[in-house]
């Protein structure tokens, strides 16, 4: 792979450990994908801040790293393992608490902004069309490749922090036009609405493979649907791309955008999503949304739904630091939690340490959440509409 | 006696006995970083220790927190001698690279 002078010396060690061990991490993967140059970036995000995901060794692998390194362009974090204000309050262990924040010490030391988020688009870092970054967490991944129409790969936490120390990533995969191009037409039985996107994008991670979906057909679809249906797709698929005729940039840029294969979904296929994510006989300890992180609308509309009633059941809806602040201004979360809602920040129900908090079982509107409770967790899981949620936490 | 060739994604060498398996591995959640035991159910190495082998298998799958496995693997000193691969994929390629500590990985 070709590097210039500068990107030479970065691997010669001249600008020290940090940048010299990005530099061997994104030159390894350069020569395995036969990227044939470096290309900069605009942003980068990290995951791997839990420090359940990480342990004592993630944790002073991030230390060193912050001895000398710093990043060179403007990078957000994932969602740790606590709330950083309430943790106590809410329940969360001494000690893992303690790690924990000596995990975001050694980020913010590397220059790291504390986003805490997995939509950082909702938090200051909305990348634009075109955009080369190096993202990692698989949701904000496909939300930034398909809806903002920026290029990343699907990096993970090692590598999207090496190329934010770096400044750049290899230039393969889909920082290439060739490789943004849809591989399989998919159309939808009649219109859904909120979860149900989040089963389509479930069902069709599975059926695409490595292809890129092409949606058609589809007239209406908010900004948290879409972030329903793509935290779904990259859950289920590991797909980090999608696009929507008329609605997607690439798609509207490209209005004869077409695929060789074509796949109907039969409005079974859907059914059998939701049965799949149900456990039978669940009564759950926590009913939440927020996965991906809630938008301030979403915020909204659980309040409009709850119609003054409060909560019965332990009931959190996760969401960024941002997005509270926002709500906070707005008098939605006073509103919330006055009806017994917890308006949870900074950590999500899949990197907290969940099953510590005496959780067993959930109910939640997000595919990818019911998923990873279950698998990851070991929760016991219900998938249902944001109505259907309100009723059951109310009840 | 079996003499595979290969592309060399880290530098290092290393002799072992071989651990091998036809099934891909994800090491977040499939494998257990404080004992370096295969913990996916129905694997065909489940409970099987990685420690000390050169682990052979087709390819790395599952989340890329799979890397922070591997470095926690090493740093404890149960972590396989080597890896080597069919297909290279990034998550078990960093997971080798990123500690200082650093054996080989072929692919």
Redesign the interface.
């Known amino acids: 792979m070709y590097l210039t002078r500068e990107e030479e010396r970065m691997l010669e060690g001249e600008y020290g450990y940090a940048v010299q ?1 990005s530099m ?2 994104l030159v ?2 350069g ?2 994908y036969e990227a044939e140059r470096m290309v900069e970036i605009k942003s980068a995000q990290i ?2 801040v839990s420090y359940k ?6 944790l ?2 991030i230390e ?1 790293l912050a001895e000398d390194g710093r990043v060179r362009v403007p990078t957000t974090l994932n969602p740790c393992g606590i709330d950083l204000e309430r943790w106590r309050e809410l329940g969360f262990p001494e000690e893992f608490a303690e790690k924990q924040l000596r995990v975001i010490k050694a980020y913010l030391k590397l220059g790291i902004k504390q986003t805490l988020t997995c939509t950082p688009y909702l938090a200051g870092n909305r990348p634009r069309f075109g955009d080369h970054i190096a993202w ?1 967490e698989s949701s904000a991944i496909i939300y930034a490749n398909s809806v903002l129409g920026a290029r990343t790969n ?6 999207a922090l090496a190329a934010a120390i770096a400044g750049r990533t290899p230039l393969y995969g889909l920082h290439l036009d060739e490789n943004r191009v849809p591989g399989i037409e998919v159309k939808i039985p009649k219109p859904l609405s909120g979860y149900g996107y989040a089963a389509l994008g479930f069902l069709v991670g599975r059926l695409a493979g490595d292809k890129i979906p092409l949606f058609r057909g589809m007239k209406l679809i908010s900004d948290e649907e879409l972030r329903l249906l793509g935290a779904a797709l990259a859950c289920s698929g590991g797909i980090p791309l999608f696009h929507i005729e008329g609605i997607t940039p690439e798609a509207k840029l490209n209005p004869n955008m077409r695929a060789s294969e074509r796949y109907e979904v039969e409005a079974d296929e859907i059914k059998e999503v939701y049965e799949e994510l149900n456990d039978h006989d669940v009564d759950p300890d926590l009913i939440f949304i927020g996965c991906p992180h809630s938008s301030i609308r979403e915020l909204i509309i659980f309040l409009e739904l709850l119609e003054d009633r409060a909560v019965k059941k332990k009931t959190w809806i996760f969401t960024s630091r941002a997005t509270r602040d926002l709500g906070e201004r707005l008098g939605v979360v006073e509103k919330l939690e006055r009806l017994g809602v917890k308006v949870v920040c900074d950590t999500c129900p899949i990197v907290a340490p969940i099953r510590e908090l005496g959780v067993r079982s959930i109910a939640t509107n997000s595919a990818k959440g019911a998923w990873f409770s279950r ?2 967790n070991g929760l016991k899981i219900r998938f249902m509409p944001i109505e259907s949620l309100v009723e059951l936490a109310v009840k | 006696m079996i003499t595979l060739k290969g592309r060399a ?2 530098r290092g060498w290393a002799r072992g006995e071989a651990l091998v398996s036809n099934q891909p591995i994800s090491f ?2 499939g494998v257990d ?1 404080e004992t370096g035991r295969i913990i996916e159910k129905g694997h065909e190495l489940e409970g099987r220790s990685i420690a000390g082998k050169i682990l052979v298998f087709p390819y790395g799958k599952g ?6 496995i591997i ?2 693997l ?3 000193g149960i972590a396989p001698k080597a890896i080597v691969n069919l297909r ?4 078990i ?3 080798a ?4 500590r650093s054996d080989h990985i072929s692919s």
């Open positions: 061990k061997e991490i390894a993967l020569e395995i995951s791997g995901s990480l342990g004592e060794e993630g002073e692998f060193e990692s699907r990096e993970g936490g090692p590598s698998n990851l | 994604i880290w977040y959640g970083p989340s890329t927190v799979g890397s922070y470095l926690r090493k740093r404890r290279c994929e990034p998550i390629a960093v997971g690279i990123i500690d200082l």
